[in-house]
């Protein structure tokens, strides 16, 4: 599960066997919508031979620039099997045309690489650059998207035979692409050295492979999910035990967090950080207790069970298996999914709003709904319901646009509505732009903290400077 800029909301899909689809949910009428698979794409590119299959889009789907990406993995045991596949397809989901592409239709071979198989997929939105990262050779290669070319970079010489591939890697902005590796669980252990794999490696398009010893981990095992605050300054990540991490990008720093008070025999799969950057939700599930989300507090490391998936659904938490990181709507809710294996049950995706849950536990008990709305004198009124008792920190937008309404630049701000008082003005004037010179139209939005407060209807107001 991934979403785009807007909130839209992309579920990547497969029948576990012969194909792979990619869905999208769109906010306009809650509605998911199927937008494209495999086969379909690569037939019409004339770019699917007989017998070929398309068993997994495993990979989040990633936005960049007005298309969704996804890759294929036909593939996913830690064996020789992918030797007998094709190799691996770039898609693009192009929005602005409803329409599903097989991006390695114009490659050679009509594949990223013979026989690879991708596991994880990253964007580099600086340099306009895919990463990804094969099963079970963990090979890094790197998709070009104006050239529409693949290089298979390879790996650290230190990483030999089969092993975990981290199912989540990121990029700074300086181009380098973090990278682990390997796992302690029995299950997936295949007998990789631990000292190799106990902290964090890199590619650097200008040096290449290297390690980072100073980048410690708690243990052998590979990044599982992470996102970014929203304005890409940090880093939050976690393994599949919940020890969280954070990588600051202008220092290139790195410290170890903590964990929640969970057992870290059951699975961390579910990942999404509060847009004020104060909580972590994440999940556990694939275990003998009901699978159940936890609130995790960044600046003090208490935790505690928000929910259990049953609080929800009764079907939905039958299931084994609960996914889905930075996976956020405009509207302060982020969608997991929940399913198990070969058990002829199709996926349930679930939204959930956190502060709605708090809300009806009684951990929050004044309900705020923040507006924004223009006034007749141009200024924009920030305004909150319910009590006004305490001061209420608010997350908002500028977005630019260019003369043909594309949204083009993004800043970030915040403002506080002080205690007693129910609203905040803004005379557009005293507002910084965001950098983006080609931006002639901007508009102010209000954006949910994803922890305190809920949004109105009213959350955006158009304006010129």
Excluded at 14 to 37: A, C, E, F, K
Excluded at 77 to 104: E, K, V
Excluded at 161 to 182: H, L
């Amino acid at each position: 599960v991934g979403s785009d800029a807007s909130g839209e909301i992309y579920i990547s899909g497969h029948d576990h066997q012969t194909n792979s689809m990619l869905y999208r949910m769109y906010q306009s009428d809650n509605t998911v919508r199927w937008i494209g698979d495999a086969r379909t794409a690569s037939e019409a590119a004339d770019n699917w031979e007989n017998g070929e299959t398309a068993e997994k889009f495993h990979t989040r789907p990633i936005y960049h620039d007005g298309q969704v990406y996804v890759a294929t993995l036909d593939k996913s045991g830690m064996d020789d099997g992918f030797r007998t596949t094709r190799g691996f397809h770039w898609y693009s989901y192009r929005i602005s045309q409803n329409r599903f592409y097989d991006l390695s239709a114009s490659e050679a071979n009509g594949v990223g690489a013979e026989t690879l198989q991708l596991a994880t997929i990253q964007i580099d939105p600086v340099n306009n650059l895919l990463y990804g990262m094969s099963i079970p050779e963990n090979k890094l290669v790197r998709y070009d998207i104006a050239s529409g070319t693949t290089r298979v970079l390879g790996n650290p010489s230190q990483w030999t035979g089969y092993f975990y591939t981290n199912r989540f890697m990121w990029v700074d902005s300086r181009g380098r692409v973090y990278i682990t590796g390997g796992s302690s669980r029995g299950q997936w252990n295949k007998g990789e050295s631990s000292a190799v794999f106990d902290h964090v490696w890199y590619y650097d398009p200008a040096t290449g492979f290297g390690e980072l010893p100073e980048f410690e981990l708690q243990g052998p095992n590979s990044m599982e999910v992470g996102q970014w605050d929203r304005e890409h300054k940090n880093l939050y990540t976690s393994d599949d035990q919940g020890n969280i991490y954070r990588f600051n990008d202008a220092a290139a720093s790195w410290k170890f967090l903590g964990r929640p008070n969970f057992s870290s025999s059951l699975k961390t799969w579910i990942f999404q950080l509060s847009a004020d950057e104060k909580k972590i939700y994440i999940g556990l599930s694939d275990g003998p207790q009901p699978n159940a989300i936890y609130e995790y507090d960044i600046a003090t490391g208490s935790s505690f069970e928000l929910l259990k998936i049953n609080d929800l659904d009764d079907a939905a938490a039958a299931e084994a298996f609960i996914t889905g990181y930075d996976s956020w709507d405009s509207k302060g809710n982020f969608y997991i999914a929940s399913f198990s294996m070969y058990d002829n049950d199709n996926v349930y995706m679930l939204g959930i709003n956190p502060v709605e849950i708090k809300l009806q536990k009684g951990l929050i008990t004044n309900r705020m709904q923040v507006s924004a709305v223009q006034e007749n004198n141009g200024n924009i009124r920030v305004s909150r319901s319910g009590s006004n008792a305490a001061p209420l920190d608010v997350l908002y937008e500028i977005r630019g646009s260019d003369s043909a309404g594309n949204w083009v630049t993004t800043g970030y701000g915040e403002l506080t509505i002080a205690a007693l008082q129910s609203d905040f003005n803004i005379d557009p004037v005293d507002l910084s732009l965001p950098a983006g010179g080609s931006a002639i139209g901007f508009e102010f939005v209000v954006v949910a903290d994803g922890n305190d407060y809920l949004i109105g209807d009213d959350t955006s107001v158009a304006f010129l400077q």
